[in-house]
């Protein structure tokens, strides 16, 4: 029997915690004005989405899509899990297919943990032989998510030692408006620094006075032994934006302009 998107949204359902759902749309900032506002969930935690997306990966691309677009947000997260299983099992044509209608679809990679398990995954590998100005479109793109995608899929290139498409898309988002492009790019430039140290504390000399705080503060601690980049930095006005980041990485300090050291207290390393 083929299995379609209406049978696994059923399945999914079936599955769902709501105790699980309710968490989830917390976590997820579901409230009203935050950025998954209209992010619906049936409480289905990723070990079983994993299990479901081996078990379904002969999904059609047709029915994998209209998974994609419904409501729920497990379905998406699972239609592109199945995607994901998709190309790696796939040949030369079908990764292609793969990969394109991931590019036509991405007005439904709408949240963070969705382009987390898929950009780097499929867009990446896919651009290897490839023009990677699709990178730059996206980055330049008036959605978060697809600029989410942009830096993402550059980890691909990361885990095998090129850096220059992360660096160029990391440049290119140093200065957005989101506290969720932030950290993104935040967690790819220490991925690129625990691979060359080098590498990134030159990016950071680059581009250190426009950093926003979220960026360097919970990705880039000091490595006992050697000078920290940030003792390096040339010296400021006190009342700099950005001179907290003359002070240690442990700091919880940051100075505001015109303002004194506020204190605020660890929020931890949770990537989101």
């Known amino acids: ?16 915690d709501a105790r699980q759902a309710e968490r989830a749309a917390r976590f997820f900032k579901t409230g009203k004005g935050q950025y998954g506002e209209h992010e619906v969930f ?12 081996r078990s379904h990966v002969e999904l059609s691309l047709d029915e994998t899509v209209k ?38 679809n991405t007005d439904y990679v709408n949240n963070w943990d969705l382009v987390d398990s ?36 550059t980890f691909h290139f990361i885990r095998k030692g090129k850096f220059t498409d992360a660096l160029r898309i990391a440049g290119l988002l140093v200065n957005d408006s989101e506290d969720l492009l932030h950290k993104a790019v935040g967690w790819m430039l220490r991925e690129i620094g625990n691979r060359d140290r080098g590498t990134e504390e030159g990016f950071l000399m680059e581009h ?6 979220t960026m360097p503060l919970k990705n880039f601690p000091s490595h006992s032994g050697r000078p920290t980049w940030q003792a390096r930095l040339p010296d400021r006005l006190p009342d700099c934006p950005t001179a907290w980041l003359l002070s240690a990485s442990c700091c919880p300090c940051y100075c505001r302009r015109n303002s004194r050291h506020r204190w605020q207290s660890s929020t931890g390393n949770r990537r989101v």
């Open 67 to 104: 998974l994609l677009k419904t409501a729920v947000h497990e379905a998406r997260l699972l239609a592109l899990l199945v995607l994901v299983n998709k190309f790696r099992a796939g040949d030369s044509a079908e990764k292609d297919a793969v990969a394109r209608c991931y590019l036509d």
């Open 118 to 153: 898929s950009a780097h995954l499929i867009l990446g590998p896919w651009l290897e032989n490839r023009d990677r100005n699709i990178l730059d479109t996206l980055a330049g793109s008036s959605s978060l998510w697809e600029r989410r995608i942009a830096i993402i899929a």
């Open 1 to 16: 029997m083929t299995t379609t998107a209406a049978a696994l949204l059923k399945e999914l359902t079936s599955r769902g």
């Open 208 to 213: 250190y006075r426009n950093m926003p705080r």
């Open 42 to 53: 049936v409480g289905v935690m990723m070990p079983e989405l994993l299990l479901m997306a």
